[in-house]
């Protein structure tokens, strides 16, 4: 099964980045918005919110478009005009990737980066934060933080040399914010094993590692009663999630502006946690976790002051 999804993935990046419109992609009909998410819970779990808002408040025909291979095959997508709405992009990500620029580490200066970008750029509307990032992290079990009075990456300098560090696989040479990187700005461990990102949650909770690198998002994090540490060097750039929206489609449609905006600054870190162990672990719908997200906090017109 993992070999079929990785053909048509490499097929679906392929066929899009070529700039060819993918099957059943043959670019925006009228009265029909096309919402792009990738291949994770939690950018399935945002996009049915905003298709739910859509379907809610207007007349308007939405498409999910699932299953996006990354950030690039989204973004070439919508330059196509395959994809109207990207449901989730990360400042840290289009910083690199779209904009080829160098890392931002200030999270304001990182958003105000793309959102004066984009519109210039690729005539694309990059709107304010959910209120969650999905960045990199080391954690440790809460009972370690308390025995040894850890809270920020740099307590661990004093251990390196004895601590079983689990990363994901990727992440060890991977360039910047890789670990080559992160050696230069805090400190080597003596013994670090590059696994399976799905690997290193039970690895730290079973006392197998002493620390993993994690997604601030996953729902093990809450789950397995791991504790994020500071990075207090700020090492690792920010990665804020917002949507990004063509601005042809707010222009036809201006109303959808103030209906997206809903969601802006309503999802902090731990409830994002909450909505991808839903997914993930109780093996729910994302489309599921989005509705029963968006009737719990009120979300439609009676609801809304």
């Given at each position: ?123 694309q509307v990059w709107f304010d934060s959910y209120g969650f990032a999905n960045s990199y992290a080391i954690t440790v079990t809460n009972d370690m933080a308390d025995q040894e009075n850890l809270e920020k990456v740099s307590d661990l300098e004093e251990q390196a040399d004895k601590l079983r560090v689990g990363v994901d696989g990727s992440w060890i040479n991977r360039a910047g914010d890789g670990y080559e990187g992160f050696q230069e700005t805090y400190f080597g461990f003596e013994n670090i094993s590059p696994m399976q990102i ?108």
């Amino acid at each position: 099964m993992l070999k079929i999804k990785s053909m048509v993935a490499i097929s679906v990046l392929a066929t899009v980045l070529t700039g060819c419109s993918l099957p059943g992609l043959s670019g925006p009909a009228s009265g029909t918005v096309k919402i792009g998410a990738v291949n994770t819970s939690e950018s399935m779990i945002i996009g049915n919110m905003i298709k739910e808002l859509i379907e809610e408040e207007t007349d308007l025909k939405v498409e999910m478009i699932n299953n996006l291979g990354s950030s690039i095959v989204m973004h070439q997508a919508m330059l196509n005009g395959d994809v109207d709405i990207a449901a989730t992009r990360y400042t840290g990500t289009d910083i690199a990737g779209a904009l080829n620029l160098e890392p931002v580490m200030d999270p304001e200066e990182a958003l105000k980066v793309v959102q004066e970008e984009f519109p210039e750029r690729y005539d694309q509307v990059w709107f304010d934060s959910y209120g969650f990032a999905n960045s990199y992290a080391i954690t440790v079990t809460n009972d370690m933080a308390d025995q040894e009075n850890l809270e920020k990456v740099s307590d661990l300098e004093e251990q390196a040399d004895k601590l079983r560090v689990g990363v994901d696989g990727s992440w060890i040479n991977r360039a910047g914010d890789g670990y080559e990187g992160f050696q230069e700005t805090y400190f080597g461990f003596e013994n670090i094993s590059p696994m399976q990102i799905g690997l290193v949650y039970d690895a730290v909770e079973s006392g197998r590692m002493d620390a993993v690198l994690a997604y601030t998002t996953d729902g093990r994090i809450a789950a397995y009663d791991l504790k994020i540490l500071e990075d207090d060097r700020q090492f690792f750039p920010p990665y804020d999630a917002s949507m990004v929206v063509d601005n042809e489609l707010l222009r036809e449609h201006p109303e959808l502006e103030a209906i997206l905006n809903r969601l802006v600054g309503t999802i902090d870190t731990e409830k994002m946690q909450e909505l991808n162990y839903e997914a993930d672990f109780f093996m729910k719908e994302p489309a599921v976790v989005a509705r029963e997200f968006l009737d719990e906090n009120q979300f439609f017109a009676e609801g809304v002051e």
